[in-house]
């Protein structure tokens, strides 16, 4: 019985593409979804320029549109398609081995990039289910992102000296070629990405333990762990967060700190929101307002005060916010849940976080998104208040923010509260 016959038993998926056979040497897949995009040949070019894994390597890009896809795009898809089924058939790439998929008239509903990586994905699956490899790697990349040259090699070295890290999540930076993108561009996603970084550091800095950057290009996941997190969600944006925060609930998950990953800043409307989205956003209102730091100071004082409910519910422990955002009887109810399926103290601080996890820190966020005593505020207003709480000694400018929580980031420069 393969690994993955009881997920595949369990969840909707797709036929296989390809027959069920693979190297015995296969230890990564690359899974891109595609649409609309011909950067996908710059993206496999970057891959095929990277240095050699030391195990086989798969690259499956899932060409997908959906049944309200217009016709021009569906057309150009079906050219990719062409293109990338003709460089498979003369083994075009000799760093891996390219399997194209096309998938079209995908119901509006299940339409989008979640459904694309989940076939992927599901893909990848079967491929590593063939040869009976349940800890091989499979890697998330999206169809305009480049990659380091080392980035198959650090892939490979994790999958084999980290045997009990189901889950990887890559550092980044965006792709700011001037040669390619214009200067106003990269300003825009140079604060989109400075507010990427704000967001995960000030979550670190609450003391929320799955604080990882949930960026479709920038993760991996071996297959068995695919399978029993029940697989990627098919949701037209945001897959990958939700699939990252049940993933780390389950298992161990990984941040490295070694940038592999340069995703492009290009505008986009192919998603919902995330980058493409966010640069027009950006340079539309030449002004990027984001949650209070103050908020994340609430919820660190929620967050420290776990262990002192363990024993009975420690209301004066509890920021007056998250009372009534929660609702004191709801609290109540939820903490004793959580402590009536614990056996220790740190057990029980454990199951916290899974219900008080990244789902109720949105929604809490979102809560004083509008009109309220901490509105958001400016990125670079927000950026100094976390920078003076990690390192009040030091003096932080406007202008250098995005160079200092890049460097935080990286840890490369880390202050005496910031956890990374």
Excluded: W
Aim: charged share 25%; with cysteine.
């Amino acid at each position: 019985m393969a690994f993955s016959d009881n997920y595949f038993i369990r969840y909707p998926n797709l036929p296989a593409f390809y027959p069920a056979k693979a190297d015995d040497g296969l230890g990564i897949i690359v899974v891109i979804p595609c649409y609309d995009d011909e950067h996908i040949f710059e993206t496999l070019l970057s891959l095929e320029r990277a240095d050699a894994a030391g195990t086989g390597v798969e690259v499956i890009v899932v060409v997908n549109s959906g049944e309200q896809t217009p016709e021009h795009i569906v057309s150009k898809n079906k050219a990719v398609f062409v293109r990338l089924e003709k460089e498979r058939a003369q083994h075009h790439y000799k760093n891996f081995a390219l399997f194209p998929v096309l998938i079209e008239n995908i119901p509006r509903k299940k339409a989008g990039v979640g459904f694309a990586r989940k076939t992927g994905m599901d893909e990848a699956v079967r491929h590593f289910a063939a040869i009976d490899k349940s800890d091989g790697v499979i890697v998330s990349l999206d169809a305009d992102a480049l990659v380091e040259k080392n980035y198959f090699r650090t892939i490979e070295n994790i999958r084999q000296t980290e045997p009990k890290t189901n889950g990887f999540v890559f550092q980044f930076q965006h792709d700011f070629d001037t040669g390619k993108y214009s200067s106003e561009i990269i300003a825009a996603c140079r604060l989109y990405e400075t507010y990427l970084r704000y967001f995960r550091l000030a979550l670190k800095t609450a003391g929320f333990p799955y604080a990882y950057h949930t960026i479709g290009s920038c993760f991996a996941v071996r297959a068995q762990a695919y399978t029993k997190v029940g697989g990627m969600p098919s949701k037209q944006g945001g897959e990958d967060f939700y699939f990252l925060q049940k993933l780390a609930k389950m298992t161990v998950v990984k941040q490295l700190n070694e940038v592999l990953v340069y995703p492009s800043p290009r505008i986009s409307e192919r998603v919902p929101f995330g980058t493409g989205p966010s640069v027009k956003k950006i340079i539309a209102g030449n002004t990027y307002p984001v949650y209070n730091f103050q908020l994340f100071l609430l919820l660190k004082g929620f967050f420290d005060g776990f262990g002192d409910c363990y024993e009975s519910v420690q209301f004066s422990k509890i920021p007056v916010e998250i009372i009534l955002f929660t609702g004191e009887e709801n609290i109540i109810r939820l903490i004793a849940a959580c402590r009536n399926h614990s056996s220790s103290k740190a057990n029980f601080i454990k199951r916290m976080f899974t219900v008080f996890d990244a789902f109720f820190v949105v929604k809490f966020l979102n809560s004083y998104a509008n009109g309220s005593a901490f509105p958001p505020v400016e990125l670079k207003e927000a950026a100094l208040d976390l920078l003076n709480h990690i390192a009040p000694d030091r003096d932080y400018t406007s202008e250098n923010l995005y160079q200092t929580l890049l460097d935080i980031d990286l840890k490369k420069r880390v202050g005496p509260e910031c956890l990374g």
